[in-house]
Nanobody, 119 residues
Framework: QVQLVESGGGLVQAGGSLSLSCAAS????????MGWFRQAPGKQRELVAG???????NYAVSVKGRFTISRDNAKNTAYLQMNSLKPEDTAVYYC?????????????WGQGTQVTVAS
């Protein structure tokens, strides 16, 4: 089992920045790919950014150049730095830990943290 706890969400004006953190416990953190997903009302959950166990990254087109995912294996924590936020970034953001990819069946999820971007 892997337990994930997100923090850092909140309300920000358009153009502002927020940083999310995901603290993991329970298994060897460095073995897992970590991802940040988001789900807006009425929409499907989507992968925003992912980082492999080896440090490779992947971003949704809509956030490329604005968001940065990183991880600190010594602290068992993944991060999402979000800059130049837009109202359409408003969603609940979920952290994911997956041994096989991002968001696959049987992977682990945090409880989610709300990000609201005001126009």
């Amino acid at each position: 089992q892997v337990q994930l706890v997100e923090s850092g969400g909140g309300l920000v004006q358009a153009g502002g920045s927020l940083s999310l953190s995901c603290a993991a416990s329970g298994r060897t953190f460095s073995n897992y790919a970590m991802g940040w997903f988001r789900q807006a009302p009425g929409k499907q959950r989507e992968l925003v950014a992912g980082i492999t166990s080896g440090g490779g990254t992947n971003y949704a087109v809509s956030v490329k150049g604005r968001f940065t995912i990183s991880r600190d294996n010594a602290k068992n924590t993944a991060y999402l730095q979000m800059n130049s936020l837009k109202p359409e970034d408003t969603a609940v953001y979920y952290c994911n830990a997956d041994i096989r990819g991002w968001g696959t069946q049987g992977s682990y999820w945090g409880q989610g943290t709300q990000v609201t971007v005001a126009s």
